[in-house]
Nanobody
Framework: QVQLVESGGGLVQAGGSLRLSCAASGSSFRLNAMGWYRQAPGKQRELVATISRGGNTNYAHSVKGRFTVSGDNAKNTVWLQMNSLKPEDTAVYYC???????????????WGQGTQVTVSS
């Protein structure tokens, strides 16, 4: 089992910045990829950005050029730097991990508890 703990959400004015962090913990696992998703009220959860173990990144079109995802394999941690925030970025942001249990060789997908990001106009 992998546990994900997020931090860094909050309230910011439009045009401002926030940095989210997510640390993974557990035993006998290897992360294949980590990422961020978000869910606004009344909407489905959507991908924001992901980063693979090898450092390949993927972004939603709506955040390209404004958000940057980065990670540290040794620390099992991923960050999301969010710049030029807009009111439409308001949502609960969830950390996600694609992890392999190295003993059983089973793959699992795990979610954090979510952190609220609110951008005021």
């Amino acid at each position: 089992q992998v546990q994900l703990v997020e931090s860094g959400g909050g309230l910011v004015q439009a045009g401002g910045s926030l940095r989210l962090s997510c640390a993974a913990s557990g035993s006998s696992f290897r992360l294949n990829a980590m990422g961020w998703y978000r869910q606004a009220p009344g909407k489905q959860r959507e991908l924001v950005a992901t980063i693979s173990r090898g450092g390949n990144t993927n972004y939603a079109h709506s955040v390209k050029g404004r958000f940057t995802v980065s990670g540290d394999n040794a620390k099992n941690t991923v960050w999301l730097q969010m710049n030029s925030l807009k009111p439409e970025d308001t949502a609960v942001y969830y950390c996600n991990a694609d992890a392999l249990h190295i003993v059983s060789m089973t793959r699992g997908y795990y979610w954090g508890q979510g952190t609220q990001v609110t951008v005021s106009s």
